[in-house]
């Protein structure tokens, strides 16, 4: 073993050109545009779909028990705004009001009376424009269902509104 001795480091081999002629060093490509089978860029979110029109009667995103209740009359009716007598721009300033502070109040069912209107023209205005304007902006926002009431809260000429919980950290008044 004395006569053993350790290997030299040995330097990577360069390539062999003899063939190839001297070029002068290539600059770095520009990057390529992603091949078609990279992974495509993320779509954008979804635009929340909007929520269904509001009709009388046809009641959506309620479980069937709450909405089976409503119809009945069977919620407490923990505020009531009669619209009897009212223009239509003072009838529509009262209602959006009454929605909007109803709601900040922590109420849930509400019973708005529209009257029925005379009978020879049909519905009465203000009945024809409340599921108008419980469709606006910003009551459908907080307005999940409204039914026709049942005839001891006025019938025909009333209507049971069910309005939206206001999540907890919401800014009251700032329902969306």
């Known amino acids: 073993m004395r006569d053993v001795r350790p290997l030299r480091a040995r330097k990577p081999a360069k390539p062999k050109m003899e063939d190839a002629p001297s070029l002068p060093p290539k600059e770095p490509a520009p990057p390529k545009p992603a091949a078609k089978t990279a992974v495509p860029a993320p779509a954008p979110p979804p635009k929340p779909n909007p929520p269904p029109e ?3 009667g046809r009641i959506a995103d309620v479980d069937k028990r709450l909405a089976e209740r409503l119809r009945r009359g069977q ?3 923990e505020g009531k705004l009669d619209l009897h007598g009212l223009t239509q721009e003072e009838a529509h300033d009262q209602l959006a009001g009454f929605i909007a502070i109803s709601q900040k109040q ?3 069912c509400i019973l708005v009376v529209t009257g029925k209107g005379l ?3 049909g519905a009465g205005i203000l009945r024809e424009m409340v599921p108008r304007w419980l469709n606006e902006r910003p009551n459908r926002a907080r ?3 409204v039914t026709q009431a049942q005839p001891q809260h006025g019938g025909a000429g009333a209507l049971y ?3 939206k919980r206001l999540r907890e950290g919401e800014a009251k008044g ?3």
């Open 54 to 56: 509001l009709a009388i």
């Open 75 to 77: 919620l407490p009716i």
């Open 106 to 108: 922590g109420r849930r």
């Open 119 to 121: 009978w020879r023209e």
């Open 143 to 145: 307005v999940l269902a």
């Open 161 to 163: 509104i069910l309005l």
């Open 174 to 176: 700032d329902s969306r």
